[in-house]
């Protein structure tokens, strides 16, 4: 028996009846041979790691732009936290750990430069030509733009990965894999972001106090009398605020499978079903620390100035771009016969990252830099 066929069968044996076993693929859409030592799962996860869109995620924005600091989330460590996040919830509930972790890598490889200034002021700039929504994107990069292998374009992925990673015009769940990857997202950046948005001096410490979840892991500390200066109070906070988070979603999770009876994963059919959830106590206090982040951080006025600042730059760029197609690159021209030149351009502007669109700004519009 080859190794993958042995790790299949550890499948069958280890993971739950709803969980999504690689045998069971619904296969790809490039008849490819299977591989002697990985499972489908497992080597869509390293095609994703080993695409240029993933390396770009080290140089793009999660909420401060790289420049800013050396130790802020970018989108590939954020990317990297939640993957862990997600596997972890993944492990726990016996589902199927690789297909968490393949979807879990490359949800935000749709992203533009410049965190959310991409996604809003491409969108409008695409209106009328298709439009321009990351999660389309995404599956846009996987499916055509990456360009590794002879024989078929983008990374022909498995289905249930590509399934996972199309958010909208879902018909029924795809898998509580998938599901589970949506909730680790805002785990992950709710936690990292009041982290991110402290060390930056945009939020006081003193205001959030206002969050339950931070009064409630403040008062843990106090009482078990932890040792450590505020610094370490404050990522103990964050770390317990985490955890609670993860804990409470697959305590909640696995009610919720026994409630709805949840035995295969062609259970999942009607898309208001809701299995991977928090609690509902605990679902308020969630919102609690969105509403705060939006409010406090990320429409903080430095975080709004670097959102605008990013948003002119693309702009710009687009313009420049559609003005004079002769100032794309080659390989960017090219396929402007084959998507037209709007979708191109869209698709040159989305993959940059920060660095790179900061750079080609300069390069096109200050005098005395190198074209
Ligand atoms: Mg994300």
């Not at 209106?127 to 292998?149: D, K, M």
């Not at 003193?206 to 610094?231: F, M, Q």
């Not at 295969?264 to 959830?277: A, H, Q």
Request: proline fraction near 3%; glycine fraction near 6%.
């Amino acid at each position: 028996m080859v190794i993958r066929e042995a790790l299949e069968d550890h499948e069958r044996q280890w993971l739950a009846s709803y969980a999504m076993k690689s045998a069971d693929s619904k296969g790809r859409v490039y008849l490819e041979k299977e591989h002697d030592f990985r499972t489908a799962f497992q080597r869509d996860r390293d095609r994703i790691i080993h695409s240029t869109a993933f390396r770009r995620l080290e140089y793009k924005t999660q909420v401060f732009v790289n420049h800013e600091g050396d130790h802020y989330r970018t989108r590939l460590t954020h990317t990297l936290e939640m993957n862990q996040i997600a596997r972890t919830i993944g492990r726990a509930l016996r589902l199927n750990e690789d297909l968490v972790e393949a979807i879990a890598l490359a949800h935000d490889l749709g992203h533009g430069p410049f965190g959310h200034a991409g996604q809003e002021v491409l969108s409008k700039l695409m209106e009328g030509h298709g439009g321009f929504e990351h999660n389309r994107q995404c599956l846009r990069i996987v499916e055509q733009l990456e360009e590794s292998y002879s024989a078929f374009p983008g990374l022909n992925l498995t289905f249930e990965v590509r399934e996972g990673l199309r958010k909208h015009a879902r018909k029924r769940l795809p898998s509580l894999e998938a599901e589970i990857v949506d909730l680790a997202d805002s785990i992950a950046y709710n936690g990292h972001d009041l982290d991110d948005g402290l060390r930056a001096g945009l939020l006081e410490i003193k205001s959030l106090e206002k969050i339950k979840l931070w009064r409630e892991a403040y008062r843990y500390i106090s009482e078990k009398s932890l040792p450590g200066d505020e610094t370490i109070k404050r990522k103990t906070a964050i770390r317990l605020i985490i955890n609670r988070m993860a804990n409470d979603l697959i305590y909640q999770t696995m009610k919720n499978i026994k409630k709805y009876r949840i035995q295969k994963p062609s259970d999942l059919v009607k898309p208001r079903m809701k299995i991977v959830g928090f609690s509902r106590d605990l679902e308020k206090k969630v919102d609690e620390i969105k509403d705060f982040l939006m409010r406090h951080l990320y429409l903080h006025h430095r975080v709004v100035r670097m959102t605008e600042k990013g948003k002119r730059f693309i702009h710009e760029l687009f313009r420049l771009y559609v003005a004079r197609p002769e100032q794309l690159p080659p390989h960017v021209r090219q396929r402007t016969k084959m998507d037209g030149l709007y979708r191109s351009v869209c698709d040159y502007i989305a993959g940059m990252t920060d660095r790179f669109a900061l750079d080609e700004y300069n390069k096109l519009f200050s005098p005395f830099e190198r074209v």
